[in-house]
Nanobody, 119 residues
């Protein structure tokens, strides 16, 4: 069974940092793009960051450019999201997903991990 499990969320003050992890199991994802998405209360889910299968190409939403960094470790079948200079508007449930191209989503959504940034 293919599964993506997000972790690393929590409560942090504005200006703080968090590192999210997404561990994949059931198959290798080293040949697929990976991405992070988020959904804030009352809002639609949105793309945050994506990384291609080699890790050589990344893409970010304008709202997180310069603050967030996506990376992956294909040996561990894991993708990370380093979030710095967090703002209250970053508060959301963060999800990961995978697909053939940056930003694409080929799996159902997992439980995600809650990130709460206090002002």
């Amino acid at each position: 069974q293919v599964q993506l499990v997000e972790s690393g969320g929590g409560l942090v003050q504005a200006g703080g940092s968090l590192r999210l992890s997404c561990a994949a199991s059931g198959r290798t994802f080293s040949d697929a793009a990976m991405g992070w998405f988020r959904q804030a209360p009352g809002k639609e889910r949105e793309f945050v960051a994506g990384i291609n299968w080699t890790g050589g190409r990344t893409s970010y939403a304008d709202s997180v450019k310069g603050r967030f960094t996506i990376s992956r470790d294909n040996g561990k079948n894991t993708v990370y999201l380093q979030m710095n200079s967090l703002k209250p508007e970053d508060t959301a449930v963060y999800y990961c997903n995978t697909g053939p191209t940056l930003g694409s989503t080929a799996l159902g959504w997992g439980q995600g991990t809650q990130v709460t940034v206090s002002s």
